[in-house]
Every structure is written in structure tokens, then in C-alpha cells.
């Protein structure tokens, strides 16, 4: 059955390119970048299915400098593991285990004009003498992560544990959650998103200060990306630039991840 519905898969792909989106109407369809991302995205999408692990939050995290250093990014998103879990699950119970998968992405190229750099040149067209940029450089793009998390039990908010409870203290100012954040949908999804921005911004120093440094945007407020709803077009936006096995090999933080390391 697993045969066959492997091979069935693979034909569906191989006449339309894409199971899981109408890419009827995308002009790059054919071409082997297109089908290579196309691929890799569902590929995702299938084991988050398979894993029970559906994403929730996505968590966006942009560092205040140029972070070139891989390695120190990776030893980032194994610190934020532990602290999100030590808020969400200190003792690490199976029924409020959480899914945390870090997606490693680079800033576009920046070209460094600096003025001192400057020299006159002969422009031939014009016959005048111009400043050209001499020294002109280009700064590769810095790291930035995005980080997928699935869905918190909401027995974890509701019986909370005593971090949680100090968390709330400081959040709200109250010593209990608000009445008006206690019922399902809205409510309750403020109160996970808040309490996911403070454990990261109090206890990982290598977060910035400013607002733009962390952006957490729930599933329910996630329209999707490139032709995929919901979650699923979270998946899509996280594994964007995962064309070929060496994008893949630089973002996807295998060390850190739950779904490739089951």
C-alpha cells in the first residue's frame, strides 16, 4: 500500500509538478529550480503530516548585527529549546510535548559604499572626470531564524505550572490570567503568544531589544505563502530557499529539530 501510494505520488508530480497547489498558472513551473523547491516543500509538509507535529506559531528571530556564524546560531536555537520547554513543560510530560523544528536563513547580499573609498575616473561618454566607488563591497547577509512550534496544550495555561504563573504576574500584572483571555480561540492564543515572547526575550541574551528582533504569528493569523493555506504555507515560507541538498544542509538546523530526527 506505501508502494503504491509512493509511486501514485511520484506520477502526480511528475504530470503536474505539485500535489498539494494548483501550479497551473506559475510561470516557472517547468524549470528545475521550481520543481526541486516544489518537491522539497510537499517532502516537509508530508512529514509534519505523518509526525502529528502540525506547526502552530512561527517564530521569526533577527538578530540586532550581522550574525555570519552558523555554529553560534545553532547553539542559539538549542537554548531557545530549553527555555520555551522550561516554560511550557519542565517536566517533560508526553502530553504537552512540544514540536520546535529552526529554519536557518540568510538576508540578501548588501553592497557597502563607503565615501572615503571614492576616487575621480575619466567618464569617455562625457569626457568628465566623475567619483567612482573604488573600494565598493559586497557584505553577505546575515542569519536569521525562523522557527516552527506546534500547537500548546491549553491545560498548560489553564493549570498553570509556577514559571507560567510568574510569567502571567509580570505580563498582565495580575496573579491570574484574565478573565477575558481565558476562552478558546483569540483569547487563549494571546495568552500562548505572550508568554512564548517573554520567555525568549528574558532569558536568551543573545535577543535584541527591539520589537522587529522577535515576530511570533500563530496559524490563525497566517493567510500562507505561495499558493499553500494555513500551516502548510508556513512549511512553504520556511523551506522557500531549500532548493537543492546544500540550501537544505545550511538552513534546516538538524540538530536542534524534531521532525528529520525521529
Not at 542559539?76 to 502530553?95: F, L, S
Not at 529554519?103 to 540578501?108: A, L, M
Not at 480561540?185 to 541574551?205: Q, W
Not at 522587529?212 to 494555513?230: H, M, N, Q
Request: hydrophobic share 30%.
Amino acid at each position: 500500500m506505501t508502494k503504491t501510494k509512493e509511486e501514485y505520488r511520484r506520477w502526480i508530480r511528475s504530470r503536474h509538478g505539485t500535489i498539494l497547489k494548483d501550479n497551473s498558472n506559475d510561470k516557472h513551473k517547468d524549470k528545475r529550480w521550481r520543481i526541486n523547491e516544489s518537491h522539497i516543500i510537499e517532502t516537509f509538509i508530508e512529514e509534519y503530516e505523518l509526525s502529528g507535529f502540525i506547526p502552530s506559531y512561527m517564530i521569526t528571530r533577527v538578530y540586532f548585527y550581522n550574525m555570519q556564524k552558523r555554529d553560534e546560531v545553532v547553539k542559539h536555537n538549542h537554548r531557545m529549546n530549553n527555555v520555551i520547554d522550561d516554560m511550557m513543560n519542565p517536566r517533560g510530560m508526553n502530553d504537552y510535548f512540544l514540536m520546535h523544528d529552526h529554519y536557518i536563513e540568510r538576508h540578501k547580499d548588501k553592497l557597502l559604499k563607503k565615501p572615503e573609498n571614492k576616487r575621480p575616473v575619466l567618464n569617455t561618454i562625457t569626457n568628465r572626470m566623475e567619483m567612482d566607488w573604488s573600494n565598493a563591497e559586497i557584505e553577505r547577509g546575515g542569519f536569521h531564524v525562523h522557527t516552527l512550534v506546534s500547537e500548546i496544550n491549553d491545560d498548560v495555561i489553564l493549570k498553570p505550572n509556577r514559571n507560567i504563573q510568574k510569567a502571567i504576574e509580570r505580563i498582565y500584572g495580575l496573579g491570574e490570567l484574565p478573565v477575558s483571555l481565558r476562552s478558546e480561540g483569540y483569547g487563549m492564543t494571546k495568552v500562548k503568544t505572550d508568554l512564548l515572547d517573554y520567555a525568549i526575550r528574558e532569558r536568551c541574551d543573545f535577543m535584541g531589544n527591539s520589537v522587529d528582533s522577535l515576530d511570533i504569528v500563530p496559524v490563525s493569523e497566517y493567510a500562507g505563502y505561495d499558493g499553500y493555506k494555513g500551516w502548510k504555507g508556513m512549511v512553504a515560507y520556511v523551506c522557500k530557499q531549500m532548493y537543492n541538498v546544500d540550501k537544505i544542509v545550511e538552513i534546516y538546523d538538524n540538530k536542534n529539530n524534531t521532525i528529520l530526527s525521529n
